[in-house]
């Protein structure tokens, strides 16, 4: 095998060098195109989050109301009974 024939089928460094800066060009189109869905999952992790806490209050109200203390033999009556 001759060594001109491995220098021509392998690309050059500069042929490289370009391919990667193209691959690095199209990765960041992607990752621009990504923003606008990333901040829109941001924001629903954000108002989950938000209604997870207003739901634990909720439950921590209802716990400590009159009425769930009062109405706890009941209910542990029902779970025996199964």
Known sequence: MSTMASTTSRPSTDDELA????????????????????????????????????????????????SWRVTKPLRMLARRRG
Request: proline fraction near 2%; charge should be positive; charged fraction near 35%.
């Open 19 to 66: 391919a990667a800066r193209r691959e690095i060009r199209a990765l960041r189109a992607e990752l621009a195109g990504s923003a606008p869905l990333i901040d829109d999952l941001r924001r629903q992790v954000a108002a989950a989050e938000e209604q997870s806490e207003r739901y634990r209050k909720q439950v921590t109200a209802m716990r400590a109301s009159l």
